[in-house]
């Protein structure tokens, strides 16, 4: 079966700055890959998705790169501010479920 | 519009008692999945369903654990005589289904402690 990986587990960065979350993926035949954001007690939240036939994609401050051949994507987030502190999780969909990697709690610090 | 509901937001419960989850999905969505999240842990599938389809159970890691949808819409997830490590955040997601139908929905989650 899929298997996402995800680095790094923490990250900390000063508001203004870029955080950047990596995750890999096994099965070459994931066509889709949407990250969410989890803040504490809620459900995750679908921030972003990117399809296989894309390479990348951006929403305002967030974007997602996918480098199919090396099998792994990115996200991107710029100016970061406080309200961007949760924790973000990706995650691949080789058929009709999705495998999600262990996350990354993102701290943005003032 | 609503989005996915789930209930209780939390339950306690003795080990060795059941407990049945509820979840309702978005109107129009056909496709439901279950998923664990234990603490600091990322999600693990449990279950999903698609409209009348039999339900890919490969995920449940007991027998102890099943779960039904009925008339398509809400699902309800039972766990029969709880154990400890039971303790978790349930979620509940939805999507529009099928294979062109990606994008899944994730309802606030039900937290069960197991004492």
């Known amino acids: 079966g899929e298997n996402v990986e995800q680095h790094p587990s923490t990250l900390s960065v000063q508001e203004g700055d870029s955080a950047v979350i990596k995750c890999t993926y096994s099965?070459?035949?994931?066509?889709?890959f949407p990250w969410y954001k989890q803040e504490l007690g809620k459900g995750p939240q679908l921030i972003i998705d990117?399809?296989?036939?894309?390479g990348e994609k951006k929403d305002q401050r967030i974007a997602v790169t996918l480098n199919k051949t090396a099998k792994h994507f990115s996200l991107h987030i710029t100016e970061t501010q406080p309200e961007d502190s949760a924790v973000y999780f990706c995650a691949a969909r080789p058929l009709l479920k999705l495998t999600f990697g262990t996350g990354t709690q993102l701290k943005v610090e003032l | 519009g609503a989005g996915v509901s789930q209930s209780p937001s939390n339950k306690v419960t003795e080990k060795g008692k059941d407990v049945e989850l509820r979840c309702d999905p978005i109107s129009g969505h056909t496709a439901l999945y279950w998923y664990r999240q234990s603490l600091g842990q990322g999600l693990e599938f449990l279950i999903y369903f698609q409209g009348n389809s039999a339900p890919d159970k490969s995920g449940l890691p007991s027998d102890r654990f099943s779960a039904e949808r009925t008339g398509g819409s809400v699902s309800t997830l039972t766990i029969q005589r709880t154990q400890q490590e039971d303790s978790a955040v349930y979620l509940c997601?939805?999507?529009?289904?099928?294979?062109?139908?990606?994008?899944?929905?994730f309802g606030p989650g039900t937290r069960l402690t197991v004492t």
């Open positions: 099965d070459s035949a994931s066509n889709y």
């Open positions: 990117i399809r296989s036939n894309v």
């Open positions: 997601a939805s999507s529009l289904g099928g294979q062109s139908s990606y994008e899944q929905y």
